[in-house]
T-cell receptor, first 111, second 113 residues
Framework: TQLLEQSPQFLSIQEGENLTVYCNSS?????LQWYRQEPGEGPVLLVT?????EVKKLKRLTFQFGDARKDSSLHITAAQPGDTGLYLC???????????FGPGTRLSVLP | SQTIHQWPATLVQPVGSPLSLECTVE??????LYWYRQAAGRGLQLLFY??????ISSEVPQNLSASRPQDRQFILSSKKLLLSDSGFYLC????????????FGAGSRLTVL
């Protein structure tokens, strides 16, 4: 069974600070995705990483896929209150039909 | 524009009553469709997925069932709700906004009393 772990589970920081959240597995994934979810809404895709060692930037967000395609990180620079939410990583399973989700990191950015 | 529609958005039901949550998809044909449950703002638990009409795979044994009567319709049901069925239910489709990408509906909040 492929599993994803995320750390930290909770993170509360001040506006303007930098942060990194992690997504780890003992299994190889063909791709990993990061979603952000706000309370009472469905998750929204932020990025998909496919190639080992890949780095993608989305404004103040930087995503990295590990060389072995078992882990990923999300770094946010100069966090803003609008970044508050639940960040979920997900990997497409080896059959290419189902997504394995991590438990999420709940981020709170205080003004 | 929203491409996955879920309803109802909020539902309060007594224990032992039936349930029907509906999900419809716009803009694509033959997508893989999924029902997830999310407890208390945590990760998503896959309940059912479907690769086509009438094809349902169950990931966990439970009090719920799913059906796909039409290509773009996915229904989550229960004959008798339990307290433990309370949660946030999300419908998702793969291949709607891009290959190997999940697009989610806005969710249905179920409270069983």
């Amino acid at each position: 069974t492929q599993l994803l772990e995320q750390s930290p589970q909770f993170l509360s920081i001040q506006e303007g600070e930098n942060l990194t959240v992690y997504c780890n597995s003992s299994s190889v994934f063909s791709s990993l995705q990061w979603y952000r979810q706000e309370p009472g809404e469905g998750p929204v895709l932020l990025v998909t990483v496919v190639t080992g060692g890949e780095v993608k930037k989305l404004k103040r967000l930087t995503f990295q896929f590990g060389d072995a395609r078992k882990d990923s990180s999300l770094h946010i620079t100069a966090a803003q209150p609008g970044d508050t939410g639940l960040y979920l990583c997900a990997g497409l399973d080896n059959y290419g039909q189902n997504f394995v989700f991590g438990p999420g990191t709940r981020l709170s950015v205080l003004p | 524009s929203q491409t996955i529609h879920q309803w109802p958005a909020t539902l309060v039901q007594p224990v032992g009553s039936p349930l029907s949550l509906e999900c419809t998809v716009e803009g694509t044909s033959n997508p893989n469709l999924y029902w997830y449950r999310q407890a208390a703002g945590r990760g998503l638990q896959l309940l059912f997925y479907s690769v086509g009409i009438g094809q349902i795979s169950s990931e966990v044994p439970q009090n719920l069932s799913a059906s796909r009567p039409q290509d773009r319709q996915f229904i989550l049901s229960s004959k008798k709700l339990l307290l433990s069925d309370s949660g946030f239910y999300l419908c998702a489709g793969m291949g709607i906004s891009g290959a190997n990408v999940l697009t989610f509906g806005a969710g249905s909040r179920l409270t069983v009393l």
